[in-house]
C-alpha cells in the first residue's frame, strides 16, 4: 500500500521560504513520477511541478517557475518541495501524489494514483 506523508507547511511573510516533505512508503519508487499540487479555497487544484525519482529530472508550472524546486533523497524515500520567493497567492493546501512514470510530463491531477493528506501554506502580505 502506498503512503505519502506531507509536512512543513506553516504560515510565512510574503518573499519568506518554506521546505515541504513528502515521505513516500510501501514500495519501491525508482519507476514513479512524483507531483506536487495546490488547491486554494474556491479554485481548482492546480499542478505545482514533478519530479520523476528514476534521475530527478523535474518539471514546474508556470506559476511557479523559478522560485520552487522539486528534488528527493533516495535514501530517506522523500520528494522536497523547496518554495522562495513566496507570495500572497501562494496560500494553499499543498499535496504531493504519486504514479507510476510512463513517458512525459504529467500534470493532470486525475493521473495520479496515490495522494498524501495535504499541508496548508499560507503567505501574508
Known amino acids: 500500500q502506498v503512503q505519502l506523508v506531507e509536512s512543513g507547511g506553516g504560515l510565512v511573510q510574503a518573499g519568506g521560504s518554506l521546505r515541504l516533505s513528502c515521505v513516500a512508503s510501501g514500495r519501491t519508487f525508482s519507476a514513479y513520477v512524483v507531483g506536487w499540487f495546490r488547491q486554494a479555497p474556491g479554485k481548482e487544484r492546480e499542478f505545482v511541478g514533478s519530479?520523476?525519482?528514476?534521475?530527478?529530472?523535474?518539471y514546474y508550472g508556470d506559476s511557479v517557475k523559478g522560485r520552487f524546486t522539486i528534488s528527493r533523497d533516495n535514501a530517506k524515500n522523500t520528494v522536497y518541495l523547496q518554495m522562495n520567493s513566496l507570495k500572497p497567492e501562494d496560500t494553499a493546501v499543498y499535496y504531493c501524489?504519486?504514479?507510476?512514470?510512463?513517458?512525459?510530463?504529467?500534470?493532470?491531477?486525475?493521473?495520479?494514483?496515490?495522494w498524501g493528506q495535504g499541508t496548508q501554506v499560507t503567505v501574508s502580505s
Open positions: 519530479i520523476r525519482w528514476s534521475d530527478g529530472i523535474s
Open positions: 501524489a504519486a504514479r507510476q512514470w510512463v513517458g512525459g510530463v504529467i500534470t493532470t491531477m486525475t493521473s495520479y494514483a496515490y
